[in-house]
């Protein structure tokens, strides 16, 4: 979340946009949303570089992308496998059926609700039902 809200503010700072500090915290607040944050965060700094002119527009939009697709390709992934050993796909289907089972409003609480089911899965019945030994997250080996 930081490093989004730091990279975002000083992409703001460097194309010249009012409230480049606003616009990073914003980046930053938003980064708590998983994969819907990057673009609830994109939106306001969109807005206020299309009231500069077009070159600050394509500016801003080339920033959020570069700088969203890194964090969701590069650092998201390498975080999620060392600190709870969730497969990216796993996580993005289960913040889908989240959402589509409690309303939009859930999308805030998914990720940890998808992290306590899987970890449960794991224990539950990869553990102990089939026997099997398997990492959990948090246990010392």
Do not use: C
């Amino acid at each position: 979340m930081v490093l989004i809200g730091v990279l975002s503010g000083l992409a703001a700072w460097i194309i010249g946009l009012p409230s480049a500090i606003a616009l990073g915290l914003i980046a930053f607040a938003a980064e708590f949303v998983p994969y819907l944050g990057p673009i609830i965060a994109a939106v306001p700094a969109v807005l206020v570089a299309a009231t500069i002119n077009t070159t600050a527009l394509l500016w801003t939009i080339a920033a959020y992308v570069i700088i969203h697709q890194i964090e969701g390709n590069l650092f998201t992934p390498l975080i999620q496998r060392r600190l709870v050993l969730i497969p990216p796909a796993v996580m993005l289907l289960g913040i889908v059926a989240i959402s589509l089972l409690f309303g939009p409003a859930a999308v805030i609480f998914a990720a940890p609700i998808v992290v306590v089911v899987f970890v449960a899965v794991k224990v539950l019945y990869v553990r102990d039902t089939l026997g099997e030994d398997t990492e959990i997250p948090g246990e010392s080996a």
